[in-house]
């Protein structure tokens, strides 16, 4: 069984800086992507960012080019998304996920963490 768990949620100010670790058990990320979503109330979930397991490409959506970055690590069989310059509008849950290369459907996810910007 695949589990993965987000960590490094919490409350920052506008213009600050958390760090996300998404930690992940089971069968090896190989022929995976990783990647990175949130919600909001009211809203429908929003894709933040991806890295390709095996070669280390990434992706990121529109709203947080250049201030967010994906990473991975291989030995530790983990991934962390730095987020830097955060606005009051990058509140919602963030969710760690994993997609199969073969397929369109992220199939395993974590339970959410909270990151709330505000003053």
């Known amino acids: 069984q695949v589990q993965l768990a987000e960590s490094g949620g919490g409350l920052v100010q506008p213009g600050g800086s958390l760090r996300l670790s998404c930690a992940a058990s089971?069968?090896?990320?190989?022929?995976?992507?990783m990647g990175w979503f949130r919600q909001a109330p009211g809203k429908e979930r929003e894709f933040v960012a991806a890295?390709?397991?095996?070669?280390?490409?990434?992706y990121y959506g529109d709203s947080v080019k250049g201030r967010f970055t994906i990473s991975r690590n291989n030995t530790k069989n983990t991934f962390d998304l730095q987020m830097n310059s955060l606005k009051p509008e990058d509140t919602a849950v963030y969710y760690c996920?994993?997609?199969?290369?073969?397929?369109?459907?992220?199939?395993?996810w974590g339970q959410g963490t909270q990151i709330t910007v505000s003053s």
């Open positions: 996920a994993r997609r199969p290369l073969d397929s369109a459907t992220w199939d395993s």
């Open positions: 089971g069968r090896t990320f190989r022929s995976y992507l």
């Open positions: 890295i390709s397991w095996s070669c280390g490409s990434t």
